[in-house]
């Protein structure tokens, strides 16, 4: 299988686009048209894992940290990256890298989380927006029924959870072609009125160029008249954070035990505990100190993530409880859930889970 076969399900699961500016998601190491043997699927890219691919006669490594993140000036092997980039290219091993993305997507890193918890009724904790645009177009009537279908299956009209949605809007059309056109009704010099449909639809950015292609392909006129808007409307589904509510109430001790059990992690570091019992849970995969607000605001009494400082803990202010699980404990599921994506799409495809333990944080 060529691995442009894979990337393209892989961005389809995950859009590059919604990876935030600072990231480096998708293809580090490699070239599309390879041809893949086996994938190996960790956390993080190392020269161990590198190895174990080439053990297990990979040449794939799907990631969620991108091994190179801030950039490369050199290649001289100096640090464990430069490293594990030269490892990989002499192998001839691609690497590719599903990070910020993947956390932004409802079925994502942090849905985990929320199974491994047993948390139900989950939405988005801070939606993003910027990502959704508006189409308009103009089909003759005897067109409408044949372009508006070809708009859905290209993915145009999803809002939550409702597809195929428009408006749409009677009219008329005028246009007169010159001597060069083929006007789909009247002459050429002839001004010509056409009833016409105007349709309105919603769609997700990064389907752009495969809703216009179908447009062109389904619309019947030479020029084809449409305009691409830009929404400030968040996205329902797209986002950091989530929310849960578990299916009964507990006492925070007992829910801190089963935090340590269920994300197998060796210490919690948490604020004061108010005395409340526990029904609403917030939670973050990796550094989620930028959502505390956010999980203030949605009503949780908890908030399970990673990577507070010493003073943030004090931002908690009584309103709710952090409870820092580790960067490596919040995310060590993230490589079951791509495995998971990948087993489901090339089930007789040679997919392996990586058996190395990459943390780089141990506790005494």
């Excluded at 985990?112 to 009537?141: A, H, N, W, Y």
């Excluded at 029924?145 to 428009?166: M, T």
């Excluded at 997700?204 to 691409?228: F, G, Q, T």
Aim: glycine share 8%; charged share 25%.
């Amino acid at each position: 299988m060529q691995l442009k076969n894979i990337t393209r399900f892989l961005e389809e699961t995950a859009p590059l686009s919604l990876q935030e500016t600072y990231d480096n998601s998708g293809l580090l190491t490699g070239n599309q048209q390879m041809e893949i043997t086996g994938i190996l699927v960790t956390l993080d890219s190392t020269e161990e894992i590198i190895e174990e691919a080439i053990s297990k006669k990979c040449n794939l490594v799907i990631a969620h940290h991108p091994v190179i993140f801030s950039g490369l000036k050199k290649l001289n092997g100096k640090d464990y990256v430069e490293r594990t980039v030269i490892k990989a290219i002499k192998n001839d091993i691609a690497v590719y890298a599903m990070h910020t993305n993947l956390d932004n997507v409802s079925h994502g890193v942090n849905s985990m989380i929320c199974k491994k918890l047993g948390l139900k009724d989950t939405q988005i904790l801070e939606t993003k927006s910027g990502l959704l645009r508006k189409l308009v177009t103009f089909v003759p009537v005897v067109h409408l029924q044949q372009v508006r279908e070809a708009l859905f299956a290209a993915g145009a009209g999803q809002i939550g959870n409702y597809d195929s949605c428009s408006f749409n809007i009677a009219g008329t059309g005028t246009f007169r072609g010159n001597e060069s056109s083929q006007p789909f009704a009247g002459g050429q010099g002839e001004f010509h009125e056409e009833p016409e449909t105007r349709i309105e639809t919603i769609y997700e950015i990064h389907r752009e160029e495969e809703i216009l292609v179908a447009l062109k392909k389904s619309h019947p006129y030479e020029e084809v008249a449409y305009d691409c808007f830009s929404l400030r409307n968040s996205h329902p589904k797209t986002g950091a954070g989530i929310t849960g509510l578990l299916p009964e109430e507990m006492e925070e001790q007992d829910f801190l035990s089963m935090i340590k059990e269920s994300m197998k992690t060796a210490c919690i570091r948490h604020t004061k505990l108010p005395g409340k019992t526990v029904s609403k849970v917030a939670v973050a995969g990796g550094s989620g100190s930028f959502l505390l607000k956010a999980a203030i605001a949605s009503g949780a009494q908890f908030f399970v993530t990673a990577d507070f400082k010493y003073h943030q803990f004090f931002d908690a202010d009584n309103r709710i409880v952090i409870a820092d699980i580790g960067h490596y404990e919040s995310e060590q599921f993230t490589k079951e859930l791509i495995y998971g994506f990948l087993i489901e799409k090339f089930p007789t495809f040679a997919i392996h889970l990586s058996e190395i333990n990459t943390n780089p944080i141990k506790y005494f």
